[in-house]
């Protein structure tokens, strides 16, 4: 079992950064594979960045590649998602996610744990 909390959205300018962390319960962290996703008003859920579980393999959506980290602190049970040069489009709530899967997953469904997710809002 893992329990997922994220912090770290907020209101922000286009052109600003945020940093997104999601701490994470239990002592199993470090084999899970953790993903970010978003939802925007209206939208269905979407991938937008994953990590496996050594930290050694990233993917990233095309809407955000260049522009996102996606990192991870096993010692600390955290992962993290550094975003920088914000989008208006970019506004939505960003969910972390565990997943066992044996590879990198894009899609929901092969998450098994989630966060209650933080709002990350962009103005013009």
């Known amino acids: 079992q893992v329990q997922l909390e994220e912090s770290g959205g907020g209101l922000v300018q286009a052109g600003g950064s945020l940093r997104l962390s999601c701490a994470a319960s239990?002592?199993?962290?470090?084999?899970?594979?953790m993903g970010w996703f978003r939802q925007a008003p209206g939208k269905e859920r979407e991938f937008v960045a994953v990590?496996?579980?050594?930290?050694?393999?990233?993917h990233y959506t095309e809407a955000v590649k260049g522009r996102s980290t996606i990192s991870r602190d096993n010692a600390k049970n955290t992962v993290y998602l550094q975003m920088n040069s914000l989008k208006p489009e970019d506004t939505a709530v960003y969910y972390c996610a565990a997943s066992n899967w044996g590879v990198v997953a894009t899609t929901s469904g092969r998450y098994d744990y989630w966060g209650q997710g933080t709002q990350v809002t962009v103005s013009s």
């Open positions: 990590i496996d579980w050594s930290g050694g393999i990233t």
């Open positions: 239990g002592r199993t962290f470090s084999t899970y594979n």
